[in-house]
């Protein structure tokens, strides 16, 4: 079944970036001048999604309208004849048919999951979490997708990470697929474990192609960490499934470009990373950074 909706969480307080986010949703913070949420629905348009549905919270009512049409902004742009800018304020409008599904009480990921059933129906789906921004030019999705259509089940996206901060993910224990390397059969997974108890060094990322299965799943998973209901819990036990019940997880190993937005350090270096990489922008912030940083080792 060819896979078409993709489901995006967004519905947590975003209390590291506080005061910021006491009245915009974290996922409205620009990376440079998008919002965050762009991305990820562009990278969602980009993969062949074409109906995304944000699971969002009370005060996330912008996340919507950033994706509707403002005729009057548009008729503004081009009656000044700024093409530039009338082009990205009509590119969030036509990315993908955006929906939008309120989670309620903040429960976990697997509960956000969970609130979107109704929408998705019995159809594989992506889900795609805001904090991590996958660069455009690596092709992550698109290729867990063709290994869900592939090999059936569910398919997660996996990086590896240093040893010490493995307690900071979901990890997994994995054995080869095939003859690549980078895609792994799932026998087990941990939502942050231990340093001591981590299977492998293996974190699940914010990528997921999960099949309708999980629904079931999650129905009957108990709170588990922090007293929510962990996807990373429900995953454990498809993995322990028959294929024909729709069972079974594998990974594909991430080894692009990632940007992690979720703490203040992490989304000030992917400002300064993305930032770098824009034509219109990065040759000549390259150069105001190369002079500030040789001033700060002076």
């Not at 299977?199 to 999650?218: E, Q």
């Not at 996807?231 to 454990?236: F, H, P, S, Y």
Request: net charge negative; aromatic share 4%; proline share 6%.
């Amino acid at each position: 079944m060819t896979i078409h909706k993709a489901v995006i969480p967004a519905a947590g307080l975003g209390t590291r970036f506080l005061p910021a986010t006491k009245s915009t949703p974290k996922e409205m913070l620009p990376v440079v001048d998008t919002p965050a949420i762009e991305y990820v629905v562009a990278e969602a348009a980009a993969s062949g999604l074409d109906d995304v549905l944000l699971v969002t919270g009370r005060g996330k009512d912008s996340l919507a309208a950033h994706f509707d049409a403002v005729p009057e902004l548009e008729a503004a742009l081009e009656a000044k004849g700024d093409q530039g800018r009338l082009a990205a304020v009509r590119r969030s409008s036509e990315l993908a048919a955006v929906h939008t599904v309120r989670q309620g009480q903040p429960r976990g990921l697997g509960h956000a999951v969970l609130v979107a059933r109704a929408h998705v129906g019995d159809e594989p789906f992506a889900v795609m979490l805001g904090d991590d921004l996958i660069d455009e030019r690596d092709a992550l999705l698109t290729t867990m997708i063709a290994l869900q259509e592939q090999v059936g089940g569910s398919v997660i996206a996996l990086l590896e990470v240093p040893e010490e901060q493995i307690s900071l993910y979901g990890c997994v224990a994995a054995e080869p697929l095939g003859d690549d390397p980078d895609q792994v059969r799932v026998t087990a997974l941990v939502e942050k474990p231990a340093v001591e108890d981590a299977p492998s060094n293996l974190a699940i990322i914010g990528r997921y192609v999960l099949h309708p299965a999980v629904f079931d799943v999650l129905e009957r998973t108990d709170p588990g960490r922090g007293g929510e209901i962990q996807l990373t819990d429900a995953l454990a036990t498809l993995a322990t499934m028959p294929a024909e019940q729709g069972g079974g997880v594998h990974g594909v190993v991430f080894r692009g470009r990632r940007y992690d937005t979720g703490d203040r350090l992490d989304y000030l270096k992917a400002v300064v990373q993305l930032a770098c990489e824009r034509q219109d922008l990065g040759p000549q912030f390259r150069t105001w950074l190369s002079g500030f940083a040789a001033e700060l080792t002076d």
